[in-house]
């Protein structure tokens, strides 16, 4: 248990001072040897939130387990929701790229940490999660693949570790291809209450995520253009003679056509390899190239968003002396990367439509909300605003906030739109795929509203 759930009891109890304070004794003393806890990771500056990790059995016969990390709130843990986050590729860790690189209370900077000042932990416990097996650290012995009942057999065991969560409110938020973990974990969430009620989900948050194949990565044509990245006529070929989901199907059917090689190559060449495609306002990093969701760009765009910085949560994670604090292990690799290709993914599996399984979700009254940072060319998000906006006409939700500003501080954080107080949709301005990453603050804003359960702020 945690030591604020420990405080909470000794206040609460009539109990004399002495008492008092072996229990306060006791409860820290489970907490110091709670075998998954963490000690100190190199280089880490003090904190005073207890952070732990180490792999959840999934399945014993097959030796498949996920690997995890956990961040207690900064403070009052016990009054605070459980947040999973999850990365996306498919294949990309949470670890390396959610909680180093994006939202976590530390990030690699030369042979150590330095803080985060607008880690999400400031509002929540935060729980990264490596999935699927052969992700990251987490490892299987027999051949990857995923299943999203793989996730819920890890929240299922991981309350087993931490029985204290297990009432706490429960978020589910993810980006990019945890546009089909999310929705597809909460909704088995949903059915595994119907037998017995373990999870109390109070909604999920997706940030540029992949909904609807087609619609989703045909809006780049739009974004490319729009931002003068390409001309008019490549434009009009984009949208006419070979769109990108077409390109795509004849890329995983081994056919390209030569009227869709000529028209990509045409976009790749005036778009330009030293543009981020992630943010296109970002400069690259010239010295190394670091390529997240490979399986979403056959055309092998070879930047991202700030590869300097993943360069530095690479070595961090591949020393030594850091997987043993971590309690980590390499299984079946020799070392840690921030994206696997361990996993085989077909054309059919990113044609899956997850858009009908939010749908679902807002149907049993779990919240939903959509962001995006709207420098991402990757998914852009006039995709995502299309497939909401389609999706609250469909359930027919009226507008219950219109399309409007909302601020950070005095500037304006993003634009926003709610349908029937329970789906919503949100830009971060200025921000890239990996929003919590260029845009933190504004991206805790938005986290907050969103545990709140209030509007974006509409005044500064």
């Not at 996730?151 to 993810?174: D, H």
Request: with cysteine; charged share 20%.
């Amino acid at each position: 248990m945690s030591t604020q759930l420990c405080s909470f009891i000794a206040k609460c109890a009539s109990l004399s001072l002495s008492l008092s304070l072996l229990l306060l004794q006791l409860c820290y003393l489970v907490v110091v040897s709670h075998p998954d806890r963490i000690t100190h990771l190199p280089g880490q500056p003090h904190v005073e939130f207890h952070h732990f990790s180490g792999y959840v059995p999934i399945d014993d016969k097959t030796q498949r387990a996920l690997f995890y990390y956990f961040v207690e709130a900064e403070t009052h843990a016990l009054s605070k929701p459980l947040v999973l986050w999850l990365n996306g590729g498919p294949g990309c860790s949470s670890i390396g790229v959610g909680a180093f690189s994006e939202n976590g209370p530390f990030r690699p900077k030369g042979e150590g940490l330095v803080r985060n000042k607008f880690s999400w932990n400031r509002e929540a416990n935060i729980l990264y999660l490596e999935t699927p097996v052969g992700v990251g650290f987490s490892y299987s012995t027999d051949t990857s693949s995923y299943e999203a009942r793989d996730n819920l057999k890890f929240m299922q065991n991981w309350f087993l570790k931490f029985p204290e969560y297990r009432n706490r409110s429960l978020l589910i938020v993810g980006e990019s291809y945890a546009g089909h973990y999310v929705p597809q974990l909460a909704e088995l969430m949903l059915q595994f209450n119907k037998k017995e009620k373990l999870f109390n989900l109070k909604g999920i948050a997706l940030g540029n995520p992949v909904l609807e194949f087609a619609t989703d990565f045909n809006s780049r044509a739009e974004f490319f253009w729009s931002h003068g990245l390409i001309s008019d006529l490549t434009y009009t070929m984009f949208t006419s003679v070979c769109n990108y989901s077409r390109y795509v199907r004849e890329y995983y059917n081994g056919e390209v056509s030569p009227i869709c090689s000529r028209v990509m190559s045409q976009v790749s060449t005036e778009t330009s390899r030293f543009v981020d495609k992630y943010d296109v306002t970002l400069d690259v990093c010239i010295s190394s190239v670091f390529s997240q969701i490979k399986v979403l760009n056959p055309e092998k765009v070879t930047e991202t968003i700030d590869v300097c910085v993943e360069d530095e949560t690479v070595n961090y994670l591949n020393r030594k002396d850091v997987q043993s604090a971590l309690h980590a292990r390499l299984v079946g690799v020799r070392r840690w990367s921030p994206c696997s290709n361990v996993l085989d993914y077909e054309l059919r599996d990113l044609e899956i439509p997850t858009i009908t399984v939010v749908g679902k979700l807002v149907k049993a009254r779990i919240p939903v909300l959509v962001y995006s940072g709207d420098q991402d060319s990757v998914i852009p998000l006039t995709g995502s605003r299309t497939l909401v906006h389609q999706l609250a006409k469909e359930l027919r939700l009226k507008t219950t906030i219109p399309y409007r500003v909302w601020f950070e501080g005095k500037q304006v954080g993003g634009w926003t739109q709610v349908y029937g107080n329970i789906l919503s949709f949100a830009t971060i301005r200025g921000a890239s795929h990996e929003a919590p990453f260029s845009q933190p603050e504004r991206s805790l804003v938005l986290f907050k509203s969103f545990l709140e359960g209030l509007p974006l702020p509409q005044e500064f």
